[in-house]
């Protein structure tokens, strides 16, 4: 049977689908997942367990579970098991992306440089890199407010805080260093504990989906985000597509992100790019060599009724992504916002929200009695809603109204204070 090596954190969402897709295809896939190696198969799920920031230990044990049965592949789910996956893939001598390549798309401080060096628009931007340069970063001359403060290694806008002045850089940069030095945060190896500051880029912000073949770009589709990212938080809430760019606008943003991708030396695989439309012309975000996360991927079929999944493993075992193509209907996905700190208590309206014409589907995702927490320290969401309709518009306005309908009760959460010792 074809195997197919799959790394994924244990809670990623795309696993069902990546399943599904396989067991349509016939294809065994193999988790390879981040967890402790000294517990027996503790999921159930017969994955191999790594640690994705210990590259050289992780790939001993990929290679004795590929002397068991070859892989025919290497697919990521995520931006944690990137460097990773491209490390198993030339070990295993598979398609994927160069390990240095995969490296510089997680890293938002190198990737800048790669993609100015290559003549592309990006945002002004230094580091901060020790506690004590903050006080001195904000008053330096070089940096204009407003700007937007980011950590280089995580995703999601976790930790991305705008700020229009001195104080507010100070206060956003200490939060920043907070999130960074949570133990979870430590454990994942995210990126080193350096502060990006850019430029903030005024503009409507773009979302692209698509996947490298020999470094070709083949897009599946330009997602708008509707809801402006304008700060002090930069929570993505709503994509929906086809987009509402011209022929002229979808075929720059083809080529920026082709471009990008080439600067940051990707070769394989799928890809997620952001974009900023400003008056003074595209703005290239960033470039993931993974695709879109969580559940959103389900906001993109194809014709046929082909997942996103679908088209990744076709793709991954030597299939022409290039002759997929989008389904007709528009789509939209609205990642649910946590609209407070606090405990999970009850969701009310579900029922009404999935009612709404258009939409496909509702998904809450965090648990009862889970602690949730709004950006910019959220790592997750409250859920997913979808719809799709004849028209962006519509698909958009349906998941806005089932977000309506939605109640959720979130109780404070407790802190706990340390008695002073005596």
């Known amino acids: 049977m074809t195997r197919v090596l799959l790394f994924s954190t244990t809670t990623g969402y795309q696993l069902r689908s990546y399943d599904e897709a396989a067991s349509r295809r016939g294809v065994e896939i193999v988790l390879a997942t981040d967890r402790c190696h000294q517990l027996d198969d503790p999921w159930r799920d017969r ?5 994705f920031y210990d590259v050289s230990s992780s790939l001993e044990a990929i290679e004795k579970e590929a002397a068991k049965g070859a892989f025919s592949a290497v697919l990521s789910v995520g931006d944690r098991p990137t460097i990773l996956a491209a490390s198993a893939a030339a070990r295993l001598g598979l398609p994927g992306n160069p390990v240095d390549a995969a490296a510089a798309s997680v890293d938002k401080r190198e990737a800048r440089k790669r993609f100015a060096a290559a003549g ?28 937007v403060l980011k950590p280089t290694g995580l995703s999601g806008s976790r930790g991305v805080i705008r700020a229009d002045n001195a104080n507010e850089f100070v206060a956003a940069a200490i939060r920043i260093r907070s999130l960074l030095a949570r133990p979870e945060i430590r454990a994942e190896r995210s990126g080193s504990d350096v502060i990006l500051v850019e430029e903030f880029v005024p503009g409507r912000e773009y979302a692209v989906e698509g996947v490298l073949r020999h470094g070709a770009l083949h897009v599946f589709t330009i997602f708008d985000k509707p809801d402006p990212l304008d700060g ?20 720059a943003v083809h080529g920026t ?9 990707l070769r394989h695989g799928p890809i997620h790019a952001e974009l900023r439309l400003t008056p003074a012309g595209m703005v290239l975000l960033e470039i993931a060599s993974r695709p879109i996360g969580g559940l959103c991927s389900s906001a993109l079929r194809f014709e046929g009724g082909a997942s996103l999944e679908d ?11 290039a002759v997929r193509r989008r389904e007709r209907a528009a789509s939209a996905v609205m990642m649910i916002p946590i609209p407070k700190r606090g405990l999970l208590k009850r969701v009310e309206g579900e029922d009404r929200a999935r009612a709404r014409p258009g939409v496909t ?34 698909a958009e306005r349906a998941v806005r109204e089932a977000h309506g309908d939605l109640i959720f009760t979130i109780d404070p959460a407790l802190k706990v204070v340390a008695a002073d010792a005596r």
């Open 47 to 51: 994955a191999i367990a790594v640690r």
């Open 120 to 147: 592309l628009t990006v945002p002004r931007h230094s580091v901060v890199e020790a506690d004590d340069e903050i006080r001195a970063a904000a008053r330096d001359p070089r940096i204009t407010y407003p700007c």
């Open 232 to 251: 002090p938080f930069f929570e993505e809430t709503i994509y929906v597509a086809p987009s509402a760019l011209d022929a002229a606008a979808s075929e």
């Open 257 to 265: 992100v082709e471009r990008g991708a080439r600067a940051l030396g």
């Open 311 to 321: 088209v990744l493993l076709d793709h991954a075992l030597g299939g022409d992504a």
């Open 361 to 394: 589907d509702v998904r809450i995702t965090a648990k009862q009695d889970q602690l949730l927490e709004p950006l910019p320290e959220a790592g997750s969401y409250l859920g997913f809603i979808f719809a799709s309709a004849g028209t962006a518009s519509l």
